[in-house]
């Protein structure tokens, strides 16, 4: 009988994909996956539009990316953080971060390489780095701050390290790494000559006092930085799938070599799209940020009106509530309870941990706000029936 390989066998169905299932069938309000319930401006989708009715991108593009968009990168890159990207050999348009993270694991580690990941991590890097042959070596962040321990980091850190994926401002979360964490980390990967692969699709989304800081910028770091980002969260299309990687060309070729060899290329009229979205000005981002810390205000207070005990998000749109005052089981147990006896919708983060470190995602669960108004009202208002559990 053939059967699938076994590198595959243990994946499964993510978390994302069951959670709405189960949220479908009981109709609850989907606080769960970091899905926007409104698009982007109307302008991105004629943009897109347009190149679908001029013909543009009908075809297939360029694998490294429409040059329109590869430009707006480049400047957009510029333009928040001062970083010189070449539109040539520095930037690859990919399918969205998720293949952007993919292709950089593949296009840097070498079967039996480590490749520390912070945790809890994002669901695709585990599979992006055990595709590649890589041996996953895990750091927690651990609650209610949500920060590492830097001896534990410096302990992760050996001769057969050759990355680090890191995700900032992170989901799920919400804390936006410090200078000095970074530092730490890019001191870390300069001594032991590691590659940086950070994540930052959310770099647009950070409150109060906290500001996105991509580790690429600091001294010496640029040239063992990938950094991927994405349209997704930044412009609201997440169906899309518009993503990129930049970073020094050495580098880059790796990310181009494997991007040419799975997908080649990009949607094009998407690409048309979002490389309109590259030229919207700087107000267009800060009314983003504003109207996301408006939501993550309003659902902050109905997380505590509940009694739930939720971390304050210093970015992205999640928050991590611990449920532990409310109910006695897991964090799976306690997302299934929510949705057929509360009728929410959260995700269960243990899936974003090693095996090792489930336990310290086991009594959180992760709301998103990236939702409007009335549906976190919704849920507030059923949130509260967790009350009298108290
Ligand atoms: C940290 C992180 N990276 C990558 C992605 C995937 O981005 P994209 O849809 O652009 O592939 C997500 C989506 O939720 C995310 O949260």
């Known amino acids: 009988m053939p059967s699938i390989?076994?590198?595959?066998?243990?994946?499964?169905?993510?978390i994302f994909a069951q959670i709405n299932t189960l949220a479908a069938r009981y109709g609850a309000v989907n606080l769960g996956q970091g899905r926007p319930d409104v698009d982007g401006p109307a302008s991105i989708i004629e943009a897109a539009v347009d190149a679908l009715t001029s013909g543009r991108g009908n075809q297939y593009p360029s694998g490294l990316g429409v040059l329109e968009l590869r430009e707006g990168i480049a400047?957009?890159?510029?333009?928040?953080?001062?970083?010189?990207?070449?539109?040539?050999?520095?930037?690859v348009v990919t399918n969205g971060a998720a293949e952007g993270v993919y292709s950089a694991v593949q296009g840097i580690?070498?079967?039996?390489?480590?490749?520390?990941?912070?945790?809890?991590?994002?669901?695709?890097?585990?599979?992006?780095?055990?595709?590649?042959?890589?041996?996953?070596?895990?750091?927690?962040?651990?609650?209610?701050?949500?920060?590492?321990?830097?001896?534990e980091l410096r302990a992760a850190f050996n001769e057969r390290t050759a990355a680090i994926i890191l995700n900032t401002p992170h989901n799920p979360t919400g804390r936006v790494f410090t200078r000095e964490e970074l530092q730490l980390i890019a001191d870390l990967c300069?001594?032991?000559?590691?590659?940086?692969?950070?994540?930052?699709?959310y770099e647009h989304l950070t409150y109060d006092h906290h500001h996105h800081i991509p580790i690429a910028t600091l001294p010496n770091m640029f040239e063992r930085t990938l950094t991927i980002?994405?349209?997704?969260?930044?412009?609201?299309?997440?169906?899309?799938k518009v993503g990129w990687v930049y970073g020094h060309p050495d580098l880059m070729t790796g990310v181009w070599r494997i991007h040419q060899n799975i997908v080649y290329a990009v949607n094009g009229p998407a690409q048309y799209g979002i490389a309109h979205a590259l030229t919207l000005d700087d107000s267009y981002y800060n009314a983003l940020r504003t109207s996301y810390n408006e939501r993550r205000l309003q659902?902050?207070?109905?997380?505590?009106?509940?009694?739930?005990?939720?971390s304050t998000p210093e970015g992205a749109f999640y928050i991590m509530a611990d449920f532990s005052e409310v109910f006695d089981g897991d964090d799976l147990a306690f997302a299934e309870f929510l949705i057929r006896e509360v009728g929410v919708a959260t995700i269960p983060p243990s899936s974003f941990f090693s095996d090792a470190n489930r336990c310290i995602g086991s009594k959180s669960v992760r709301f998103s706000y990236c939702k409007q108004a009335r549906v976190i009202?919704?849920?507030?208002?059923?949130?509260?029936?967790l009350k009298s559990r108290v």
């Open 109 to 151: 580690v070498n079967e039996g390489d480590e490749v520390i990941l912070i945790e809890p991590f994002f669901d695709t890097y585990l599979p992006s780095v055990i595709n590649a042959g890589g041996v996953p070596v895990y750091v927690p962040m651990r609650p209610p701050q949500w920060t590492f321990d830097p001896d």
């Open 5 to 14: 390989a076994r590198r595959v066998q243990p994946f499964g169905t993510t």
């Open 190 to 201: 300069i001594a032991h000559d590691v590659v940086v692969i950070s994540d930052e699709v």
């Open 299 to 310: 659902l902050l207070e109905a997380l505590q009106a509940s009694g739930l005990k939720p």
């Open 229 to 240: 980002s994405s349209g997704a969260k930044t412009f609201s299309f997440t169906g899309w």
């Open 75 to 91: 400047r957009h890159v510029e333009h928040f953080y001062g970083l010189k990207v070449d539109v040539e050999s520095g930037v």
């Open 377 to 385: 009202d919704a849920a507030a208002e059923r949130l509260l029936k």
